[in-house]
């Protein structure tokens, strides 16, 4: 009689586990939905690749209002434009880069260390997000505009660069509607 106890016991508490951790249908269509309204308002990208970035995020999952969207997406862009600072400070090591190059990439890596400052969740707070999540563009479009007069042309520098506008593209929108509801 023990083990039958026991095995009705073990059941109802995975069934109890299972009630407790996956969310319904309703909650799992939240994070959908918030994620959605932000790619709607992304620009230079398409609403698929947008979602696409979004969802592959674990916290994207977990998200229950648009701030807590437009959180994910600075974090997300403050990571990639880290990562862009670093990968030009990496091109400055390489010895097959032209020596002409190298003063502008290494503004490009400075000017992306300081836009990560601007991808900060202080402007969401303060409603200057918007503002400064276009000063980080500022730093970008300036880090473009060095290579173009210095004649850099490299083509995992013009990947890298459009992979950081993609997240800059997410950060945006979701700015956006946040602080325009």
Same mark, same amino acid.
């Given at each position: 009689?023990?083990?039958?106890?026991?095995?009705?016991?073990?059941?109802?508490?995975?069934? $109890? @586990?299972?009630?407790?951790?996956? +969310?319904?249908?309703?909650?799992?269509?939240? +994070?959908?939905? $918030?994620?959605?309204?932000?790619?709607?308002?992304?620009?230079?990208?398409?609403?698929?690749?947008?979602?696409? %970035?979004?969802?592959?995020?674990?916290?994207?999952?977990?998200?229950?209002?648009?701030?807590?969207?437009?959180?994910?997406?600075?974090?997300?862009?403050?990571?990639?434009?880290?990562?862009?600072?670093?990968? %030009?400070?990496?091109?400055?090591?390489?010895?097959?880069?032209? +020596?002409?190059?190298?003063?502008?990439?290494?503004?490009?890596?400075?000017?992306?260390?300081?836009?990560?400052? %601007?991808?900060?969740?202080?402007?969401?707070?303060?409603?200057?997000?918007?503002?400064?999540?276009?000063?980080?563009?500022?730093?970008?479009?300036?880090?473009?505009?060095?290579?173009?007069?210095?004649?850099?042309?490299?083509?995992?520098?013009?990947?890298?660069?459009?992979?950081?506008?993609? @997240?800059?593209?997410?950060?945006?929108?979701?700015?956006?509607?946040?602080?325009? +509801?």
């Amino acid at each position: 009689m023990g083990s039958r106890n026991t095995s009705v016991l073990f059941f109802a508490a995975i069934a $109890l @586990f299972a009630i407790l951790h996956f +969310p319904s249908q309703t909650e799992a269509t939240i +994070p959908t939905e $918030l994620v959605s309204k932000v790619c709607a308002q992304t620009v230079n990208l398409s609403y698929e690749t947008c979602v696409k %970035f979004l969802m592959a995020n674990p916290k994207s999952l977990m998200v229950n209002n648009l701030k807590a969207v437009a959180e994910n997406a600075l974090d997300m862009a403050r990571i990639e434009t880290a990562d862009t600072s670093s990968f %030009f400070a990496a091109l400055l090591k390489r010895k097959d880069i032209n +020596p002409a190059s190298k003063a502008a990439l290494e503004n490009c890596s400075s000017l992306f260390k300081q836009a990560v400052t %601007f991808l900060n969740l202080n402007g969401l707070s303060g409603g200057t997000a918007t503002l400064d999540v276009h000063s980080a563009l500022d730093k970008a479009e300036e880090c473009k505009s060095e290579l173009s007069a210095a004649n850099v042309s490299i083509k995992s520098v013009a990947e890298k660069l459009e992979e950081w506008r993609s @997240f800059y593209s997410i950060a945006s929108a979701a700015v956006r509607v946040v602080e325009n +509801p």
